[in-house]
């Protein structure tokens, strides 16, 4: 069933790739910004690899889909995207992109993190999950818990002047069994030109159909018209 949302005011979403977030998430993120939340973005990779245009580089190609994640989270309200730089299709859940990740939550000091799914679903006919996606999410979840609580973990962002920071709520994304649905009626038309942003990816004139078909589908779980659907965590 829908959950009342707590009175939060700093929200953070990690994600592999430019878009994801506009995939996943962009109505709640409308409903946040809407509401006066301070939103920011942590995008893992460079976004090098989404393209079968023969012509295009994988320089080219980075510089255009960070300039589309800017203008998507310009649509959203965004307090700031944060790129990462990471090589597209080759993010692993290293170390070093934990500590990367954990650098921003305590910069930003979110009280909810978004996040997606650390596992492999195979539950879709024609897509078997990227592993890009599976990597953001198992290195989100492992910054939020312990590496950003903890003040001697990775002790340089210390001498960087970032104190640890305790996340109050992560909101998992395609979850099998989600637990908190948003109503973001009042939002879709925001979401969707925030997704049609990102031209290099989207080409369907149709997509906003699709998006409120999905939407659409989750809100009939709850009685909304459109929602969007998280398994939520409580942290202490």
């Given at each position: 069933m829908a959950q009342k949302e707590q009175a939060c005011r700093k929200g953070m979403v990690v994600f592999a790739h430019a878009d994801d977030a506009e995939w996943g998430c962009s109505g709640t993120v409308a409903k946040w910004c809407a509401e006066g939340w301070d939103v920011v973005y942590v995008v893992c990779t460079d976004g090098s690899k989404g393209s079968a245009d023969p012509s295009m580089t994988s320089i080219t190609l980075s510089q255009i889909r960070e300039q589309e994640q800017r203008n998507a989270g310009n649509v959203l309200g965004l307090q700031d995207v944060v790129f990462l730089n990471y090589e597209d299709s080759m993010l692993e859940p290293s170390l070093e992109l934990r500590r990367d990740i954990t650098r921003q939550i305590r910069r930003y000091k979110p009280d909810v993190l978004i996040c997606g799914t650390p596992m492999r679903r195979l539950s879709y006919n024609g897509y078997l999950g990227h592993?890009?996606?599976?990597?953001?999410?198992e290195a989100a979840l492992s910054a939020v818990f312990p590496s950003a609580r903890d003040r001697l973990t990775f002790p340089e962002l210390l001498d960087e002047g970032l104190e640890p920071h305790n996340v109050s709520e992560v909101w998992v994304m395609d979850h099998h069994e989600p637990d908190n649905f948003v109503d973001v009626t009042s939002h879709m038309d925001t979401a969707i030109k925030a997704l049609k942003q990102h031209e290099t990816q989207v080409t369907s004139d149709d997509v906003g159909t699709h998006m409120k078909q999905w939407r659409s589908r989750?809100?009939?779980?709850?009685g909304f018209r459109y929602a969007e659907g998280f398994r939520r965590f409580t942290l202490g």
């Open positions: 592993p890009d996606h599976i990597a953001a999410g989750t809100g009939q779980k709850v």
